[in-house]
């Protein structure tokens, strides 16, 4: 018997940022996220004997440990050892050892929340192998737990919540970790259309978010004004654009996008660089009406805008660059799991 399960990475669209402690506990966030078909995966495979044996595949490292109640964390498949510590500790011990497999369809630091939804995945492996009692908001709030307070991992809270529930969805973030999900009911059509003129293209180049995002919250802490006010018009951002989807007006999409572009560069040092400048600016000349970097920013991917049949000259002309274009459809469903 394998155990398995798959969450969707996500694509945020609108007020990114606003979901990261101690803006949304001073002012509340508000963040407009889509989840696309690309996933992290985990396999969980019982073995005999007493072995833990620990697998990333995409990254080609591994580890095996005696089946111990707490393992080591220490810079080596971390988000792993992490949930089997979280879980060993509050749902009692395992009996056997076992193989846990990860695999993520995209690089660690691209701005998709590749490592929260790792983290959603295997808890999901977890839950449908011991039969745990997690809804959602259960499993959302786990992951969180996990990466930002056991690992002391910088970040915000909408990609744990992302993959957990899947879908179009308005997240609001307020003091005291709560969070309210509201899936938005988007006609197919706008969708379609949505995913037709997003262009997804990777810079080919990876960042540390919790650097930049470590900037962004002691830029709140130490009351810089052209942060939090950035932040503020981000928020602003997530409704103008939930708007804009609801009622069919994508052709206001590039400009909201390009609006949330100009302020994000304000939250803190490293979010942009003159290499992404260029590729945005290369990118609206060639018919893009805006863009964003998606996550935390100083690398990944980028997201753009390109109404019409505008995005086949956007992607030819950003090949120059050396990165390149990812396809993709929006996915309905969060964290999946079961048993192979």
């Not at 706008?190 to 978010?209: A, D, H, I, P, Q």
């Not at 994000?264 to 992404?276: F, T, V, W, Y």
Request: a neutral charge.
């Amino acid at each position: 018997m394998i155990y398995r399960s798959k969450a969707p990475l996500r694509i945020g669209l609108a007020g990114g940022g606003t979901d990261v402690s101690p803006y949304s506990d001073l002012y509340g966030g508000a963040i407009l996220n889509a989840t696309i078909s690309l996933y992290a995966h985990a396999s969980i495979e019982p073995l005999e004997g007493n072995r833990i044996m620990l697998e990333a595949n995409d990254r080609q490292e591994s580890e095996s440990f005696d089946l111990i109640p707490q393992l080591p964390v220490n810079g080596n498949l971390d988000l792993l050892k992490g949930v089997y510590n979280a879980i060993q500790r509050d749902y009692g011990q395992f009996k056997t050892g076992f193989r846990l497999s990860t695999f993520v369809d995209a690089p660690a630091g691209s701005g998709l929340g590749t490592s929260s939804t790792l983290v959603v995945a295997i808890i999901g492996a977890f839950a449908e192998m011991l039969q745990l009692p997690l809804g959602e908001y259960d499993i959302a709030h786990y992951a969180y737990e996990i990466e930002r307070k056991e690992l002391n991992l910088a970040g915000g809270k909408q990609d744990q919540y992302a993959a957990t529930f899947g879908g179009v969805n308005f997240m609001e973030f307020y003091e005291g970790d709560k969070v309210i999900v509201n899936p938005l009911r988007i006609r197919q059509q706008y969708l379609f259309e949505l995913e037709n003129n997003l262009v997804l293209y990777y810079t080919s180049t990876s960042r540390e978010s919790a650097r930049i995002i470590e900037q962004q919250s002691r830029n709140v802490v130490a009351k810089k004004e052209q942060s939090i006010e950035a932040m503020h018009l981000l928020k602003q951002q997530s409704q103008m654009m939930k708007e804009a989807l609801l009622k069919g007006r994508l052709h206001e999409f590039g400009e909201i996008l390009d609006y949330g572009y100009q302020q994000k560069r304000k939250m803190a040092e490293g979010i942009s660089n003159p290499l992404m400048e260029e590729i945005y600016e290369t990118a609206r000349n060639a018919g893009a009406t805006g863009g964003k970097i998606s996550g935390a920013g100083g690398g990944g991917f980028m997201i753009f805008y390109c109404p019409g049949t505008t995005k086949y000259r956007v992607i030819e002309t950003l090949k120059k660059f050396g990165g390149y274009h990812k396809n993709y459809q929006f996915v309905e469903h969060g964290v999946k799991t079961w048993r192979g």
